[in-house]
């Protein structure tokens, strides 16, 4: 990149005089403006560790809004602190060809509305010029219609196949998690193998839950099973022992869950304390230490499907994805702390990396219109591209990219993850 670190700090000014070094600044380098970086009512911003070299250019300003708190945060957290530890790596480098890199995270507390809220609050008052996140399907879902009429890129870290589909209602919009088709398929192959025909669903009533439930029905019949039981609760539950004793009254071979980490360890726990004897599948929401701390001794058995990072030293030397999946895993948990990887982070890596890699690319003097449209078009020309969940290469047609081979099936066995058989 070739640029040097900086910031700029301005104190014990009035914002007159911020609003004038602003608008110098744009006419004077024909650069893209980002405002100053007060942060006003609750819910402020977090933004990653500071340089201390000056700027010479105007900051290139990425928002997220992410669940930080909320039902969500397992998942949020290492998102947030993925993109710090980049934002942090990429300014301490010199930034983005003298661009320093600015992310302005937003917690949206695992709610839909205020994470809409927040999403036009990036949008029209801190002027970014791409979106990485939300954390959760229901809340991706949500902000599409808001980033589709504001024309902000936005890049998922959700795994809902709605969030990119129908593609030509999602032009602003990609995503880099595996998909919830891609994940359901994965699980019914491996039921195939073991010959399983039979099976009970239990899912959260959530946006990811409930777009899981429907792949679920629809698909299982191609692949010889059948649908015997179908439960459903709702996120924040305490227990599911009233729906598990209705599965147990069943012929019922295997149960899904269809849930991020918290409801599905309440789901194996309960299933322990009723003696259910069949084997518990889960969803790519559970891909983190958060369940297994959970769900204790209960965890040990669980099958699901995941991304190669969490099984790093069985991915094959020449795989394209492992020197990536080793970096990350090294940097984070240089940071913060061993064991503590997994897969949403990754999902955020991969998302900012698709961003900053169009930022590398922009040139000089574009308006923001301009350069969100760039970013947009360029994200869309990866090709590829080999990321913590997977080798993309996007296209007009396909806003995840995702090559096949991405996914594979994981069990946990004495509290860690080993490759299901």
Not at 36 to 60: F, I, L, M, R, V
Not at 95 to 118: A, M, Q, R
Not at 194 to 220: E, M, P
Not at 361 to 386: C, H, V, W, Y
């Amino acid at each position: 990149m070739n640029a040097r670190r900086y910031r700029v700090e301005v104190k014990n000014f009035s914002k007159w005089i911020l609003v004038l070094l602003a608008v110098v600044a744009l006419v004077s380098v024909g650069l893209i403006a980002c405002g100053n970086d007060e942060e006003k009512e609750t819910g402020q911003a977090t933004t990653a560790p500071p340089t201390t070299a000056a700027p010479s250019k105007a900051a290139y300003k990425v928002g997220a809004v992410l669940s930080v708190t909320g039902a969500a945060s397992n998942l949020g957290v290492p998102e947030k602190n993925t993109a710090e530890m980049m934002a942090a790596q990429i300014n301490s480098a010199g930034g983005i060809n003298g661009h320093e890199l600015k992310v302005i995270i937003y917690d949206d507390e695992s709610n839909p509305d205020k994470c809409t809220t927040l999403t036009t609050r990036l949008i029209e008052q801190d002027n970014v010029l791409a979106i990485v996140g939300p954390t959760t399907s229901g809340n991706s879902l949500a902000i599409i219609e808001t980033v589709t009429n504001a024309k902000v890129p936005n890049v998922s870290c959700a795994a809902s196949i709605k969030i990119v589909t129908p593609v030509e209602e999602r032009y602003w919009v990609f995503k880099t998690p595996q998909t919830d088709k891609e994940a359901v398929t994965e699980i019914y192959r491996f039921m195939q193998k073991k010959g399983i025909t039979k099976v009970a669903l239990i899912t959260d009533t959530s946006g990811f839950g409930s777009g899981g439930r429907a792949i679920l029905q629809s698909d299982a019949a191609q692949y010889g099973i059948a649908i015997v039981d179908d439960q459903t609760f709702n996120s924040g539950d305490p227990s599911m022992e009233a729906q598990l004793s209705h599965i147990k009254g069943t012929d019922a071979e295997a149960v899904i869950c269809w849930a991020t980490d918290k409801e599905s360890a309440t789901v194996a726990r309960d299933m322990k304390t009723l003696k259910m004897a069949i084997p518990l599948y889960c969803s790519h929401g559970i891909a983190n230490k958060a369940f297994i701390d959970q769900a204790g001794d209960a965890a040990n058995g669980v099958i699901f499907p995941a991304g190669k990072l969490l099984i790093i030293d069985s991915v094959p030397d020449d795989d394209p994805q492992k020197p990536v999946l080793v970096k990350y895993k090294s940097d984070y948990e240089s940071k913060y702390g061993e064991g503590t990887i997994n897969t949403f982070g990754g999902h955020m890596f991969d998302a900012l990396s698709m961003v900053v890699m169009a930022l590398e690319k922009m040139p000089e003097g574009l308006s923001t219109a301009q350069a969100r449209q760039f970013i947009r078009d360029e994200i869309e020309k990866i090709e590829n591209f080999a990321g913590t969940g997977g080798v993309f290469t996007m296209s007009p047609q396909d806003h995840l990219g995702m090559q096949p081979g991405s996914l594979g099936m994981i069990e946990i066995v004495d509290g860690q993850w080993t490759q299901a058989d």
